[in-house]
């Protein structure tokens, strides 16, 4: 799976980086990093809860 | 269970009816919605629609994937007028009856309005897309406006309002604003921020009246003084949508009564979102929360709550989480407090609006207010999910404790 930021839209609300701590994080200038775009399918369950608790709609999963 | 009725086709019901599909429910699914529209975001609308910084259109859920893959038959338009527990069956607003197995209540909430206004134009409330496109034509005639309510809707309104150039005044019964929610030392930071872009405050005095003749003319204050608007915006807080359960067995009482598992006092029946009154196991305390992340996951565990049966489900637990944008400052909370609550500023200072305060009462870690550092938050939003004493969470604060 591939994970796309649309980072017009990121807020920084960082609800992501609870969802999936091992896929985003939010540094230290405030700004949301994505650690790993193409996580396994072990991490696709978290994924998918980042992308639905997001409030601006900002993550989508693409499968590959 | 053959058949599922979503009423409120909102934030909440969607995320429900979503839920549902991927658990893999695949009988029939209603989502029934009263406005005309399809479901969108309401957070946008106090601040990108309203200073016209985006089409209408963008608020809009599953602009991209569409309804199909749902396979939902979405009735919108409809009112559900009542509830027959007994028999299993919604009653909507063209008289046709809607039977199910399950039903789930997200009917949300309404925005409240100000006794004696009705017949007067030029008065406003922000609750739904349609609000918000009114509201907006009726800003860009340059009028001038008061805002009733210094809570989050009414500042985010007057920060629009300066934002296009449109005189605010923003009329407040408490001494300062948000006060009850955040605090006073954080009312006073904000109300600062505010005046230096413009905005005027009558704090510390109701609203006796709204006069006019036909339209609105002036906002006549409780001391006796009158303040010019050609528009008013009221933003006195919502009252969740339960009218349409009354006599169907259903508790109600300051929004449905749920269980800990957000099951209704009715077989069959769950609800989430704005409208539901359940015991948060994180507080241990009766609530009901009016925020975006809120109505998500109640919408996710109302589903799984549904199709767990009878007896099944889990007690939903979650710490309530809220933002709110106004010029440049970007407020992040997490937690429930007081306005009594013990408030320390663990980062940065309140004058240049760039902070991190934590609430604490009966030495219990109870909130965490962020200002404009999103990613400080975190960190304190898990202090809180474990229930963190406010010393451990002071401690965690020091700069040499931290990372
Ligand atoms: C202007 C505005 C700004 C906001 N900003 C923020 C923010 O910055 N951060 C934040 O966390 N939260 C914010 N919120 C709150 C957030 O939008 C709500 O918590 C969320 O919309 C709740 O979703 P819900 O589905 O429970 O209820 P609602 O969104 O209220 O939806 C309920 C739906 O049910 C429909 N309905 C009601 N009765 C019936 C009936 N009898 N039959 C059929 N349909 C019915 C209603 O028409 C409505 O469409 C904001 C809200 C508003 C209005
Ligand atoms: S939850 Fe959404 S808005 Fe928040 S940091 Fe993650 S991607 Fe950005």
Same mark, same amino acid.
């Given at each position: 799976?591939?994970?796309?930021?649309?980072?017009?839209?990121?807020?920084?609300? $960082?609800?992501?980086?609870? @969802? &999936?701590? *091992?896929?985003?994080?939010?540094?230290?200038?405030?700004?949301?990093?994505?650690?790993?775009?193409?996580?396994?399918?072990?991490?696709? $369950?978290?994924?998918?809860? @980042? &992308?639905? *608790?997001?409030?601006?709609?900002?993550?989508?999963?693409?499968?590959? | 269970?053959?058949?599922?009725?979503?009423?409120?086709?909102?934030?909440?019901?969607?995320?429900?009816?979503?839920?549902?599909?991927?658990?893999?429910?695949?009988?029939?699914?209603?989502?029934?919605?009263?406005?005309?529209?399809?479901?969108?975001?309401?957070?946008?609308?106090?601040?990108?629609?309203?200073?016209?910084?985006?089409?209408?259109?963008?608020?809009?859920?599953?602009?991209?994937?569409?309804?199909?893959?749902?396979?939902?038959?979405?009735?919108?338009?409809?009112?559900?007028?009542?509830?027959?527990?007994?028999?299993?069956?919604?009653?909507?607003?063209?008289?046709?009856?809607?039977?199910?197995?399950?039903?789930?209540?997200?009917?949300?909430?309404?925005?409240?309005?100000?006794?004696?206004?009705?017949?007067?134009?030029?008065?406003?409330?922000?609750?739904?897309?349609?609000?918000?496109?009114?509201?907006?034509?009726?800003?860009?005639?340059?009028?001038?406006?008061?805002?009733?309510?210094?809570?989050?809707?009414?500042?985010?309104?007057?920060?629009?309002?300066?934002?296009?150039?449109?005189?605010?005044?923003?009329?407040?019964?408490?001494?300062?604003?948000?006060?009850?929610?955040?605090?006073?030392?954080?009312?006073?930071?904000?109300?600062?921020?505010?005046?230096?872009?413009?905005?005027?405050?009558?704090?510390?005095?109701?609203?006796?009246?709204?006069?006019?003749?036909?339209?609105?003319?002036?906002?006549?204050?409780?001391?006796?003084?009158?303040?010019?608007?050609?528009?008013?915006?009221?933003?006195?807080?919502?009252?969740?949508?339960?009218?349409?359960?009354?006599?169907?067995?259903?508790?109600?009482?300051?929004?449905?009564?749920?269980?800990?598992?957000?099951?209704?006092?009715?077989?069959?029946?769950?609800?989430?979102?704005?409208?539901?009154?359940?015991?948060?196991?994180?507080?241990?305390?009766?609530?009901?929360?009016?925020?975006?992340?809120?109505?998500?996951?109640?919408?996710?565990?109302?589903?799984?709550?549904?199709?767990?049966?009878?007896?099944?489900?889990?007690?939903?637990?979650?710490?309530?989480?809220?933002?709110?944008?106004?010029?440049?400052?970007?407020?992040?909370?997490?937690?429930?407090?007081?306005?009594?609550?013990?408030?320390?500023?663990?980062?940065?200072?309140?004058?240049?609006?760039?902070?991190?305060?934590?609430?604490?009462?009966?030495?219990?870690?109870?909130?965490?207010?962020?200002?404009?550092?999103?990613?400080?938050?975190?960190?304190?939003?898990?202090?809180?999910?474990?229930?963190?004493?406010?010393?451990?969470?002071?401690?965690?604060?020091?700069?040499?404790?931290?990372?």
């Amino acid at each position: 799976m591939r994970i796309i930021v649309d980072f017009d839209l990121c807020q920084s609300h $960082g609800l992501c980086t609870e @969802a &999936a701590p *091992e896929l985003f994080q939010i540094r230290d200038d405030g700004f949301l990093y994505v650690l790993n775009e193409t996580p396994g399918k072990e991490l696709a $369950g978290k994924a998918q809860k @980042a &992308a639905i *608790e997001c409030p601006t709609g900002a993550i989508t999963l693409k499968d590959d | 269970m053959d058949t599922v009725v979503v009423v409120g086709a909102s934030l909440a019901g969607l995320r429900c009816c979503e839920a549902l599909r991927r658990r893999g429910y695949s009988g029939k699914l209603v989502l029934v919605g009263e406005e005309a529209h399809k479901p969108y975001d309401r957070p946008p609308l106090s601040k990108q629609v309203l200073c016209g910084e985006w089409e209408p259109a963008r608020t809009e859920f599953r602009r991209k994937e569409g309804y199909a893959p749902l396979a939902l038959e979405l009735q919108l338009g409809r009112r559900a007028l009542a509830l027959h527990a007994q028999a299993r069956r919604v009653v909507l607003d063209d008289g046709k009856e809607l039977a199910y197995d399950g039903l789930v209540i997200a009917t949300g909430a309404r925005a409240r309005t100000l006794r004696g206004s009705e017949a007067l134009s030029g008065v406003f409330t922000l609750r739904t897309l349609d609000d918000a496109l009114q509201l907006r034509v009726a800003l860009l005639q340059q009028p001038r406006v008061v805002v009733v309510g210094a809570g989050f809707i009414g500042l985010e309104v007057a920060s629009a309002c300066r934002k296009l150039d449109v005189a605010v005044t923003v009329v407040e019964s408490m001494a300062l604003p948000l006060d009850n929610p955040l605090g006073s030392a954080v009312g006073q930071a904000v109300q600062r921020l505010h005046e230096a872009h413009g905005v005027s405050f009558r704090l510390g005095v109701g609203v006796a009246a709204l006069e006019g003749h036909g339209r609105v003319e002036h906002v006549r204050l409780s001391d006796g003084t009158a303040v010019p608007a050609d528009v008013v915006v009221v933003g006195i807080g919502v009252t969740p949508n339960t009218a349409w359960l009354e006599g169907s067995g259903v508790a109600v009482g300051d929004g449905v009564l749920c269980d800990p598992t957000l099951a209704t006092s009715v077989p069959g029946v769950v609800a989430a979102g704005d409208v539901v009154r359940w015991e948060n196991p994180l507080f241990g305390e009766s609530m009901r929360v009016e925020h975006w992340s809120n109505a998500v996951e109640q919408g996710q565990a109302a589903a799984a709550r549904l199709l767990a049966g009878p007896t099944g489900g889990e007690p939903f637990s979650s710490l309530p989480y809220f933002w709110s944008d106004q010029y440049d400052l970007k407020l992040q909370f997490a937690g429930r407090v007081r306005a009594d609550d013990e408030l320390v500023l663990v980062e940065g200072t309140l004058a240049d609006r760039n902070y991190v305060a934590l609430y604490g009462r009966a030495g219990k870690l109870r909130g965490v207010l962020a200002s404009n550092r999103p990613q400080q938050l975190l960190r304190y939003r898990k202090l809180l999910s474990e229930q963190a004493s406010f010393d451990a969470a002071l401690n965690a604060a020091r700069p040499s404790a931290g990372p």
